[in-house]
């Protein structure tokens, strides 16, 4: 067999839907998420249905899953005391930032570029202090992203529903200004779309593009939520997937062999 046929084949998409899911109340830990977007869902009048892509602010995954903690809890270190004094920051919180990292991967100014102990390369941790439910409160990114992902899909599932699940977060991007949401955990679906072994129509065979269409839908659903919105879900309808239960965020992130720039 080829490596051409063991790949997945995709058609175009003839229209896609996004939908944003209105109504969820403030999350508190141990609330069902699965449960809850699907009755917001259906009380929309845009119920989730079979296929459908449904695209989780990981910050309400984050809550339910108790991943916040309160300022006056922290204890700062000598180095996150030092650092933060001179660059003006809240020295609590960097020290929460530096336990949420890895490595730091950048340090200029008051900017803390960090690899998280998922191996996402992210400022500050993926640690914040917005919309976190009170003040002095920070909100850290879930423990396994894919598992969050899993255990809504799951509770999908059992409600009778075959929905692939993203959860995203709202990164910067190396080379250029401004945010935008990707993907940090996934299930249900698989994360990568090859072109590898195709042909194009003019006869030139692709060799190494791939496209992170996590990402992509995860960009897109941010068109429906937004920061200040109060909407942390939403729903994308018509995008074609490959679903994959063993899915993971494994193959988005890039070796350090193949690393240029670490």
């Known amino acids: 067999m ?8 995709y058609r175009v998409a003839v229209s896609v839907q996004i939908h944003p899911v209105p109504g969820l109340p403030e999350i508190t830990p141990g609330d069902d998420l ?8 259906r009380a929309a009048d845009t119920p989730i249905i079979d296929g459908d ?5 990981s910050k309400i995954v984050s809550k339910a ?7 006056d ?58 919309s976190s439910g009170a003040h002095g409160r920070l909100v850290l990114l879930p423990v396994d ?24 977060d709202t990164f910067g991007r190396p080379w250029r200004e401004g945010q935008t949401d990707i ?21 030139h065979e692709f060799r190494v593009q791939e496209l992170c269409v996590v990402d992509e839908v995860a960009a897109a659903a941010e068109l429906v939520k937004g920061n200040t919105s109060r909407i942390p879900v939403g729903v994308v309808r018509g995008v ?11 193959p988005v992130l890039r070796d350090t062999s193949r690393d240029l720039f670490r």
């Open 2 to 9: 080829t490596h051409e046929a063991t790949l997945p084949r």
């Open 53 to 57: 892509i449904v695209v989780v602010t």
């Open 240 to 250: 074609e997937h490959v679903v994959d239960d063993s899915a993971t965020m494994a």
């Open 145 to 168: 992203p894919d598992a969050s992902a899993r255990t809504i899909r799951a509770g999908f599932a059992a409600a009778g529903v075959s929905a692939a699940v993203i959860i995203s």
């Open 183 to 203: 993907a940090i955990g996934v299930a249900g679906m698989a994360p990568m779309r090859s072109y590898i072994g195709e042909v194009d129509p003019h006869g």
């Open 65 to 71: 899953e108790g991943r916040t903690v309160e300022l």
């Open 34 to 41: 699965a449960a809850m977007i699907l009755d917001a869902a």
């Open 73 to 130: 809890d922290i204890t700062p270190g000598a180095f996150a005391s030092e650092w933060s004094q001179r660059w003006e920051k809240d020295p609590r919180v960097v020290e929460v930032v530096l336990a949420e990292s890895a490595r730091v991967v950048r340090q200029l100014g008051p900017v803390l570029i960090t690899e998280t102990h998922h191996g996402f390369i992210c400022a500050n941790s993926g640690v914040d202090q917005s």
